[in-house]
T-cell receptor, first 115, second 112 residues
Framework: DGGITQSPKYLFRKEGQNVTLSCEQNLNHDAMYWYRQDPGQGLRLIYY???????QKGDIAEGYSVSREKKESFPLTVTSAQKNPTAFYLC??????????????FGAGTRLSVL | GQQLNQSPQSMFIQEGEDVSMNCTSS?????WLWYKQDPGEGPVLLIALYKAGELTSNGRLTAQFGITRKDSFLNISASIPSDVGIYFC????????????FGQGTTLQVKP
């Protein structure tokens, strides 16, 4: 099946620990995105990438890092500098179209909690 | 920056009732998207709108791209319990290629 796979579904972080969330897509999309969702709130953009080996900060990039070594993969690392990491993290991907953005398709999410 | 105001924030309705929610933007959008998110899952696309004035249906769902290009609405007719979830509008305007702007979401509860 074509789609976006996020893993793990649930993740626990200890104080001072870095954790990495995985996102893989087999839709042949050029662009990939990471969002953070807090209870009762909308989606806030952390990082996005439109091409391999290139990515841009979103609205809340502090305390997070990403890499885009392969078109299919866009892992997100939540570093120890992120003091409030508990949230639901969503990965998305889309085609790039002339003049703008196409529909974004989402993974099932990873719920991160702090121990 | 561009912002989307989505209302209402939440709704609690009886099964069979119709539902209406809307989004307004501080600036012109070129694309409007409506997503539904079930608890603990990622958002799923319901309807995509690409032209001002466009009216599109998907089963019991109908959405319109406002003529001013600054608003959109989503209607759900004859609601059923599985309509429960969070509905998000999202839009793309000029000058922010590659990014969508999301509304805050409307949480819908349906009483059987």
């Amino acid at each position: 099946d074509g789609g976006i796979t996020q893993s793990p579904k649930y993740l626990f972080r200890k104080e001072g620990q870095n954790v990495t969330l995985s996102c893989e897509q087999n839709l042949n999309h050029d662009a990939m995105y990471w969002y953070r969702q807090d209870p009762g709130q909308g989606l806030r953009l952390i990082y996005y990438s439109q091409i391999v080996n290139d990515f841009q900060k979103g609205d809340i990039a502090e305390g997070y890092s990403v890499s885009r070594e392969k078109k299919e993969s866009f892992p997100l690392t939540v570093t120890s500098a992120q003091k409030n990491p508990t949230a639901f993290y969503l990965c998305a991907s889309s085609r790039l179209v002339p003049g703008g953005v196409d529909i974004q398709y989402f993974g099932a999410g990873t719920r991160l909690s702090v121990l | 920056g561009q912002q989307l105001n989505q209302s209402p924030q939440s709704m609690f309705i009886q099964e069979g009732e119709d539902v209406s929610m809307n989004c307004t933007s501080s600036s012109i959008f070129n694309t409007w998207l409506w997503y539904k998110q079930d608890p603990g899952e990622g958002p799923v696309l319901l309807i995509a709108l690409y032209k001002a004035g466009e009216l599109t249906s998907n089963g019991r769902l109908t959405a319109q791209f406002g003529i001013t290009r600054k608003d959109s609405f989503l209607n759900i007719s004859a609601s059923i319990p599985s309509d429960v979830g969070i509905y998000f509008c999202a839009g793309h305007g000029s000058g922010n290629t590659g990014k969508l702007i999301f509304g805050q979401g409307t949480t819908l509860q349906v009483k059987p």
